[in-house]
């Protein structure tokens, strides 16, 4: 599938020659679906041609504008057993595209990806683009928890079972609709293949980075959002919940994020009640309010536990390891007491002693309140593997293959 928007100038030139190297090098039936999605300019008049003039292309006009909203629509009522989609520009290497439907039409992988910040990849693009992909993926992994290389590369694929079972559940209709299903399938615990590519900035882009950035942080921040609250269920389509299968330093980067944004609402909420009560019955509720919320935040975000099953019991145990905070923090204010300190000598002493309790809570989270069995090691994250071409087209099947 190639999605367009006013790329009268490309479409012609590109569709022809992805139609070229599907004729000469790709082993398997396919069909290119031009998806127009609200153009103002000749595009849809030119893929309509297109479409008259070769028979591996149709052209689908949709009158409202949004990648997101073109590739759900048409990937929903697609019949291929594989569904890719590539940028109009081809700016990724059409060599690439073998290795990124082959694991899937073998069945040894759920979706696959190309990534230009793997080893092995040759990317050229301008330091700008460069910083803003490197920060936007850096953020992925840090807030969302996301452990594949790159979200926003215009070349990917997936498997239309997954697909069927994922596309229910996305709500973005530009930009981040590649992000969100990623998201969502790892959460759901399928196999995501990584493949480096070769791949060249189109320095005509239509693409308003400020706007786009945006747009993604307002999307990340609606997924965390939905995952805290339980708003957002995934499936497990693939394997057991990853309860707390996620690396260690995504754990801690994690834990640090909800923990900084836990002391701040508690020193905020600390000398608010404290104009009103005494320092330790101030100290007692403000650590209780908060305790609540950041193990709740833990349990969702920082060890992958959603839905409501032994939500009470982490509770009661996070409550548990919050008490030696509050022993902590109790004991540094007794301690402080006779030498009748001022507000921001109290409030020194219960940040240094909340960040000693903090990493005796962390250990505590891992090892015993959202403590799980290890996962075996690769059973949910394949990159960079390689699944060669003969497998795959002995696994393959007559009929439609690609879309």
């Known amino acids: 599938m190639v999605p367009v928007r006013n790329e009268e100038r490309d479409l012609a030139p590109s569709v022809r020659r992805l139609v070229s190297y599907l004729r000469e090098c790709f082993p398997f039936s396919a069909r290119v679906t031009i998806a127009d999605n609200g153009s103002t300019d ?3 008049a030119i893929a309509s041609r297109l479409a008259r003039e070769l028979p591996e292309v149709r052209a689908i006009h949709m009158d409202l504008p949004g990648r997101g909203r073109a590739l759900r629509a048409i990937w ?6 594989v569904l890719a989609y590539m940028d109009v520009d081809l700016s990724t290497d059409l060599n690439a595209l073998l290795p990124l439907v082959a694991p899937l039409l073998s069945g040894h992988s759920d979706l696959a990806i190309g990534t230009r910040l793997a080893r092995g990849s040759r990317v050229i693009r301008g330091p700008k683009r460069e910083l803003i992909s490197r920060s936007y993926n850096l953020l992925l992994r840090t807030l969302m928890g996301a452990r594949f290389s790159d979200a926003q590369c215009g070349f990917k694929a997936i498997r239309r079972d997954q697909a069927r079972a994922l596309l229910p559940l996305t709500q973005d209709t530009g ?3 590649d992000t969100e299903l990623l998201v969502l399938a790892e959460r759901a615990g399928l196999r995501i293949h990584e493949i480096p590519v070769d791949w060249v900035d189109d320095l005509d882009s239509r693409v308003d980075i400020i706007a786009t950035a945006l747009a993604d942080l307002r999307g990340m921040s609606r997924l965390g959002v939905g995952f805290a609250r339980g708003s957002i269920q995934v499936p497990q389509l693939r394997g057991p919940v990853r309860a707390g299968g996620r690396d260690l330093p ?3 980067a994690r834990f640090t994020v909800i923990g900084v944004a836990s002391t701040i609402a508690y020193v905020v909420l600390f000398l608010l009640l404290r104009t009103i009560m005494s320092a330790q019955v101030a100290n007692v509720v403000s650590l209780l309010v908060t305790a609540v919320a950041n193990t709740a935040a833990n349990r969702r975000l920082t060890f992958g536990i959603s839905g409501r099953s032994n939500a009470a019991r982490h509770q009661v145990k996070g409550l548990i390891a919050f008490g030696i905070g509050l022993v902590l923090t109790s004991g540094a204010l007794a301690a402080l007491a006779p030498t009748h300190p001022g507000r921001l000598a109290e409030v020194s002493v219960l940040i240094a002693a909340n960040l000693v309790a903090t990493v005796i809570r962390f250990l505590l989270y ?3 309140v959202f403590g799980r069995p290890k996962r075996a090691p690769d059973a949910w994250h394949h990159q960079g593997q390689v699944i060669s071409t ?3 087209n002995e696994m393959a099947t007559q ?3 690609t879309n």
């Open 250 to 252: 995504l754990q801690i």
């Open 366 to 368: 891992r090892h015993w």
């Open 399 to 401: 009929g439609e293959r």
């Open 42 to 44: 000749a595009t849809w």
């Open 390 to 392: 003969v497998h795959a």
């Open 76 to 81: 929903s009522e697609s019949d291929a057993e």
């Open 175 to 177: 930009w981040f609709f």
